[in-house]
């Protein structure tokens, strides 16, 4: 059997087609520098090329055994967390379609548009699954400038609600400019940290010589979260902000020189200025601190900032186990809009049991994650899987720790479980690079034992 015979049997038991010339090639430089040894030892390069198969083993049952390891497989366990939460986002949706029955609008409509939105997701998400995530990093200019544009067609075209700049596609249809950009954000930064361009050239900044990629990568984030606070979205730029820390935190861990002092300047520096921003912007604010007090006592400030953290501690304290609690308060209309306060609102409606089993679906769905990320050598699927988890473990903690009046109140939704038509859409696909990043776990460690 010549290499050529041997090599097209092995792949012809390799079902997964994208990687049959990369274990080919492999297989066909451990073949070559086999033979070569024996023929320094004295061997015909027929009779080496000839012994070196045989003792390659039966090409069949070596590519039957490669087809196992590299064979594409799904995350069963992250796939069943969602449905879950999909399960208790389609209760808020019902809930919500409830509640605006008697302002005009037919149960039905809602629902259907939440349905619309499920399956819009789901048709998003089966091609995101089946791409070669690798692929798209080297577009991580385009995928920050369409992040960026957004923004911009936000502040110049789009309509204003309650101060804010959205997306205007249709009576029905508007959205943060967020809500895409900071997904889109998190994958340009993990472009930019494992970028394969050579950048010849430092910059100088405060006497000191720095490197021009991470100057780029430093200016480029900084901007990122400057547009956000400028939306004003500060909830989102410190969201982001943190994830970049958390990615960045990854990167550097992996190093071998100065670990210590560049993780001190990657926490310190930005722990420094937003401890100095938080002050000024506390002077130059005042009401900052009221919304503070009005959390943990909001009987002080009933008539203002207190009124939405007090109806919520009404409910909190009448909730049951299971059903109505006995007190929804006059607040409902506000918590049943299903964004920012679908926790509280399912509390209201349904009762401990229900809501505490959102809580385990969103913990168990932060620990697979994180397992997950473990698991992930590649590098890009590495930080891109620890960017999009980070996402959803801070809105999700931050989101119910809101919602039981631990923190202030702020722009945090609980994803696929708050209403949302084109957050549960884009929340859908980034996880669902999740699950293309895990899918190709395996394949990317080629022939590591040959």
Known sequence: MQIKEFLNTVCEQIKYKPIRNSISEELENHIEESKENYIEEGMQEEEAEEKTIIQMGNAEEIGKNLNKIHKPKLDWKLLIILIVLLGFGFLVAFTRANSIVSDGYEMTNVIERYLCALITGSIFSIFIYFIDYTKIMKYSNIFYIIATLFVVYSFLFGININGLPYIYISPSITFSPVVIAMPLYIIAFVGFLNSEKQYK????????????????IITLSIISIFIFVNIPAIVSAFILGLIYL???????????????RNLLILWGIPIFLGTILSLSVIIETP????RFVAVYNPESQADCYGWIPLNRKIIINSAQTFGEADDTSNALEIFDEGTNYAFISILAHYGWVVSVGIVIAVLAL???????????????????????SSM???????????????????????????????????????????????????????????
């Open 201 to 216: 050239k430092n910059v100088t900044i405060f006497n000191k010589n720095i490197n021009s990629k991470l100057a780029k």
């Open 246 to 260: 958390i990615i960045g935190t990854v990167k550097l861990v992996q190093t071998k020189t100065n670990r210590k």
């Open 287 to 290: 009401y900052i601190v009221d």
């Open 366 to 388: 932060s620990i697979e994650l994180i397992i997950n990320s473990i698991k992930i050598k590649e590098i890009n699927g590495k930080l891109l899987i620890i960017g999009m």
């Open 392 to 450: 959803f473990i801070l809105q999700s903690i931050f989101n119910i720790l809101m919602n039981l009046n631990l923190i202030i109140d702020a722009n945090f939704n609980l994803p696929f479980v708050s209403y949302g038509r084109l957050n549960l859409i884009v929340n859908m696909m980034c996880l669902a690079l999740v699950l293309a990043i895990y899918r190709r776990k395996d394949i990317l460690i080629l022939m590591r034992n040959l």
